[in-house]
Nanobody, 120 residues
């Protein structure tokens, strides 16, 4: 089971740190991705990290702003969100799978999401 946390309301230019925790699974066995979904839009890729944390992938619209990291002994993955923009407003989901990919369908396990709202 995955649980995303850390969302909230923040002003433009602010920062939030999202965390994804796993229970019942060894997190280090999985690639972990972050996705987001705004109202009326499809779920879209944000970032992903390999099992050992050495390889990361980012969507162009967050590259340089949202570094992803992981702490396997603690069964956790973090998404540091900096320089937030109103268009970053969405529900953010973490997911685990076997392939480092931007495709929603390649992830097998999903958390329930955490809301991020960026106000201007």
């Amino acid at each position: 089971q995955l649980q995303a946390s850390g969302g909230g309301l923040v002003q433009v230019g602010g920062s939030l740190r999202l965390s994804c925790a796993a229970s019942g699974r060894t997190f280090g066995n999985y690639v972990v991705g972050w996705f987001r979904q705004a109202p009326g839009k499809e779920r879209e890729f944000v970032a992903a990290i390999s099992r050992n944390g050495l390889i990361t992938s980012y969507a162009d619209y967050v590259k340089g702003r949202f570094p992803i990291s992981r702490d396997n002994p603690k069964n956790a993955v973090q998404l540091q969100m900096n320089s937030l923009k109103p268009e970053d407003t969405a529900t953010y989901y973490c997911a685990a799978g076997n392939t480092l990919s931007a495709a929603v369908g390649t992830y097998d396990y999903w958390g329930q999401g955490t809301q991020v709202t960026v106000s201007s």
